[in-house]
């Protein structure tokens, strides 16, 4: 059995066992009835089964038990990192896109910017190895090119869009970069020290890619209407988001975040469907904001 068709077979059982426990006999009747899984050929035996679960625990950290009194298998304490769901997410992008060659439209993707996804392994390789790497940027505001000389920190996605968290070598800022506007990459092998800046940290209380300015964290309570509320509710805008309050006319949720040019972009983007109930500031920041875009419209 090839690699391809083992991490098919084990990501198809993390997900039927995510939906609700099962017996052996339950999962292999649901990989029967799903057309590719019946092409991989993903039927398996009990005993390959059973080394799955093993395979499963050592690889992706997700621990499968079993409930002998009713021979279900069930996941034990469900929680799935993120590195390990993106890439099971990732595994099945890739195989729906091989499904879909040849289909006409079956699937559509959004066009976009290549995200520069090119860079990413030699610069996550300089950043494990504290390597002083070169490159060509290209900012985005005047399109003007400069020769960048940085010590690789991190790698950090914002708003689906990869950025490269380093100290520039000119004036030891730690800054962002863009990867779909680096360009003539180069891994120097010159080392570095390690770098005393904990990207989590930094951004725990940020909304984006943007951070270190002057804005301190602070509680931020917004209201949406019924139905952005719903949209909100099942796909969060910050790690620290809590619903307060809901009932017929509105739902109201609190963040602790920097209000930073990019977070007051995004509630500007709700239009009429959101409202800044605190802090002060920031509700009339937003106002001033609106009134200064209709007067494009007179």
Do not use: C
Not at 235 to 245: A, D, R, Y
Request: aromatic share 10%; net charge neutral.
């Amino acid at each position: 059995m090839s690699v391809r068709q083992t991490i098919k077979r084990h990501f198809k059982i993390i997900s039927l066992l995510q939906k609700k426990p099962m017996s052996f006999e339950e999962l292999q009747d649901e990989i029967a009835v799903d057309p590719d899984s019946v092409e991989e050929k993903l039927l398996t035996s009990q005993r390959t089964f059973q080394r799955d679960i093993l395979d499963i625990a050592s690889i992706y950290g997700i621990e499968i038990a079993s409930d002998k009194s009713r021979y279900l298998y069930h996941i034990k304490e469900d929680v799935e990192d993120e590195s390990t769901q993106r890439l099971r997410e990732n595994f099945e992008i890739l195989n729906a896109i091989r499904l879909s060659k040849g289909m006409g439209n079956s699937l559509i993707f959004e066009q976009r910017k290549a995200l520069g996804t090119k860079h990413m392994a030699g610069l996550l390789y300089a950043v494990q190895n504290l390597w002083v790497v070169e490159f060509q940027y290209k900012k985005f505001w005047d399109g003007s090119v400069s020769a960048r000389k940085v010590r690789p920190i991190s790698l950090k996605e914002a708003k689906n869009r990869w950025y490269l968290i380093a100290m520039d070598e000119k004036d030891g800022i730690i800054k962002n970069f863009s990867l779909d506007r680096i360009e003539e990459l180069v891994l120097t092998q010159t080392h570095f020290k390690t770098i005393p800046y904990n990207v989590q940290n930094e951004f725990e209380d940020s909304f984006g890619i943007i951070n270190g300015t002057e804005e301190d964290a602070t509680k931020v309570i917004l209201s949406f209407t019924p139905r952005e509320g719903r949209y909100i509710e099942s796909l969060p805008l910050h790690h620290s988001q809590k619903l307060i309050s809901k009932d017929e006319n509105e739902m109201q949720f609190s963040y602790y975040i920097r209000p930073t040019y990019d977070f007051r972009m995004e509630i500007l983007s709700y239009g009429d469907q959101v409202k800044v109930i605190a802090p002060e500031n920031l509700s009339q920041q937003i106002k001033k904001q609106f009134k200064n875009g209709l007067k494009h419209y007179k």
